[in-house]
């Protein structure tokens, strides 16, 4: 029988991937969310609810209306240097609002929950990769406000019969590779602010902290691609539907890149030579943040198919292009897509021996 799950912040950039893999898995979805950073045209599967996650009486509604078998919460407020501005806004969107939800998860009798957590609770962790045991200190109230959200389920969990899987995301970066969704919106992450550079809608990317206790003084941080966070969700929630019991898992691949790395990655990859300034830490970054990312692996059988930074950044700036050639157009556009297709004709080209074997092998015919 077909499992209807709801989808908080579904509209929005990681919702949309797991709205889509969830649609191409057979899934019923219905998607919550108001809408306030997503955008409905990045929903490819579903039924979009326009609402707020604060309107307590319109979620009762909503889970009255439907018999939901799992719920799985993206939506909240994500940019750690704005939770320093507006700490009561991240407390507000991101932890009440996880109990508004867990409140009717409780009324009607939900019991799966896959939650969108953050690196941001380790804080501050040093070089090291962090297990899922290292110690939770976050450093700012962005990473605060998850951590709390991270209690109230676990609590809940304890007093009823809700099992959640808590997946803390490392930096996710990258596009759909069918280039159909991406990042929608305006967004601060580092590998969407050198995508602008190089796409010449901004004169320059500011590395922000140029003397963190680093190999090259920038910040490190371990870049996940979106395509492989939203197949480690469907795992997720298979486990769950399998009764298996409630765990806390990091997302990432294990691997840290400096900030100058990933810029010059960048100007590699689209061949734009942009313009790069060096400016004072933003509030509240930490200088190294990678994942020791085994359990993941181990308990979902999870197996990134995208874990290699020039991919994150091909198809982000893939995505972005196509994005440009549907509004106003950068003249700078078309040479890097010319420059992004002959790479990748030129990396077909070098596969195709292998490629070509393998079919032979591969395509006897039946009655053969
Ligand atoms: N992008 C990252 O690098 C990253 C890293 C770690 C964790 N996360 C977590 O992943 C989740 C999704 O992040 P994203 O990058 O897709 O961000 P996003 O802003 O694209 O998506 C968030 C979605 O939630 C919706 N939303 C926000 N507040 C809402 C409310 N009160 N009621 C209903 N809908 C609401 C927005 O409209 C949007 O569609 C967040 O929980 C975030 O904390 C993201
Ligand atoms: O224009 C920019 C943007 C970023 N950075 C630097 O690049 C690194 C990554 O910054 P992002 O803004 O891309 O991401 P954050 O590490 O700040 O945070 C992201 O990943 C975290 C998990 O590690 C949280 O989950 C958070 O929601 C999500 O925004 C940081 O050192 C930051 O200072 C720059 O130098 N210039």
Not at 17 to 25: D, F, I, P, T, Y
Not at 65 to 85: C, M, N, T, Y
Not at 346 to 353: G, I, N
């Amino acid at each position: 029988m077909k499992q209807t799950v709801l989808v908080t912040g579904g509209a929005g950039y990681i919702g949309s991937h797991v709205v889509r893999q969830l649609g191409e898995a057979g899934y019923d979805i219905v998607i919550y969310d108001n809408c306030s950073t997503g955008v409905p045209a990045s929903i490819l599967y579903g039924d979009l609810v326009v609402g707020d996650l604060a309107d307590q009486d319109r979620l009762y509604k909503l889970f009255s209306r439907h018999k939901f078998s799992a719920v799985l919460h993206f939506a909240a407020s994500l940019i750690a240097p704005e939770s320093v501005e507006n700490p009561l806004d991240y407390y507000a969107n991101n932890t009440r609002n996880t109990l508004n939800l867990l409140r009717c998860c409780d009324v009607f009798n939900v019991e799966q929950l896959v939650f969108s957590s953050t690196a941001a609770v380790y804080g501050e962790p040093g070089e090291k990769p962090v297990t899922e045991q290292t110690p939770t200190l976050p450093i700012n109230p962005y990473g605060r406000s998850k951590l709390m959200s991270e209690w109230l389920i676990q609590d809940h969990a304890r007093a009823s019969k809700l099992r959640y899987v808590i997946l803390r995301y490392f930096n996710v970066a990258g596009a759909d590779p069918g280039r159909r969704i991406g990042q929608m919106t305006a967004a601060t992450h580092l590998v969407r602010a050198a995508c602008d550079a190089a796409l010449g809608r901004k004169p320059e990317i500011k590395i922000f902290g140029t003397d963190f206790a680093t190999s090259d003084g920038t910040g490190i941080r371990d870049y996940i691609h979106v395509e492989d966070l939203a197949s480690a969700h469907l795992g997720a929630l298979q486990y769950l539907e399998g009764n298996n019991q409630s765990q806390t898992l990091n997302c990432g691949y294990g691997k840290g890149y400096s900030v100058r790395q990933v810029i010059d990655l960048v100007q590699q990859v689209s061949g734009v030579k942009f313009k790069v300034l060096e400016a004072p830490r933003r509030p509240g970054d930490p200088a190294c943040v990678t994942a020791c990312a085994d359990r993941i692996r181990e308990v979902l059988d999870w197996q990134p198919q995208y874990d290699d930074l020039e991919t994150i950044i091909r198809t982000a700036l893939f995505w972005e292009i196509r994005r440009d050639l549907q509004g106003a157009k950068h003249p700078l556009v078309d040479t890097i897509a010319t420059r992004l297709k002959q790479a990748a004709a030129e990396r077909k080209l070098a596969r195709m021996p292998q490629a070509s074997a393998t079919s032979t092998q591969y395509r006897q015919p039946k009655s053969a």
